[in-house]
């Protein structure tokens, strides 16, 4: 597994946000995995529209990769959102973006969702950087249940594995009405990050090279 630097991403004090950070590309040209950010503003404003997310937030952080589809995809979704409060940042600094790490209750990550990743495997996510440093702030992790994701999150342990858009609505219903649970599970979350450290990769580095 990579590692990722632990100490840059702490826990803050957290809002009622729901966050997500990838970059906006539709994957119809270069065969890659679309972060899927078209149907995480879909399944909010269902939320929303069915009274159960009132006072909260979506807030989708990453930048355009180049291309009209791409360009087109990402207007698509700023479309989709109007009128709902999610923020959508395309040039977001580093401190920015820690800053919603660290307020943020709730990580969404839906690469990969309705793929059959058997037959599509370069369409799931690989493995998921960004959902690592938001668990590392404490934010629970509600993810699509595929590609390297699964190997993160631990489901009902620190976070919760998705399959379809009623899990992913479930799940985060759940953890939004008990502050035992999100502060369990976000505590959890945060113990599971120090597995993929830059001290433990040394460590298991050296143990490979050495037997």
């Not at 149907?39 to 807030?59: C, D, I, P, S």
């Not at 479309?79 to 923020?87: D, E, H, T, V």
């Not at 699509?144 to 985060?172: A, K, W």
Request: proline share 3%.
């Amino acid at each position: 597994y990579p590692f990722f630097d632990t100490t840059l991403f702490i826990p803050g004090e957290k809002e009622n946000i729901i966050l997500s950070v990838g970059r906006f590309f539709t994957g119809e040209k270069s065969g890659l995995h679309c972060k899927r950010q078209d149907v995480m503003v879909e399944m909010f404003k269902k939320m929303v529209n069915a009274e159960q997310l009132t006072g909260w937030r979506l807030v989708l952080i990453g930048t355009v990769d180049p291309g009209k589809d791409n360009m087109a995809y990402a207007e698509s979704v700023a479309k989709a959102a109007k009128g709902y409060p999610i923020k959508i940042f395309h040039d977001a600094s580093f401190d920015t973006l820690r800053q919603y790490y660290q307020h943020a209750s709730v990580y969404w990550h839906a690469a990969g969702y309705g793929i059959d990743q058997k037959k599509f495997p370069t369409k799931v996510e690989h493995f998921g950087i960004s959902t690592l440093e938001a668990m590392a702030c404490g934010a629970v992790p509600i993810v699509v249940n595929r590609g390297g994701l699964p190997e993160i999150v631990q489901h009902g342990v620190n976070g919760f594995l998705c399959e379809d858009q009623d899990d992913f609505m479930s799940y985060t219903r759940k953890v939004m009405d008990s502050a035992s649970l999100m502060k369990k599970l976000a505590k959890s979350a945060r113990e599971r990050t120090y597995e993929f450290s830059r001290e433990r990769f040394d460590a298991t580095l050296k143990e490979m090279i050495c037997t």
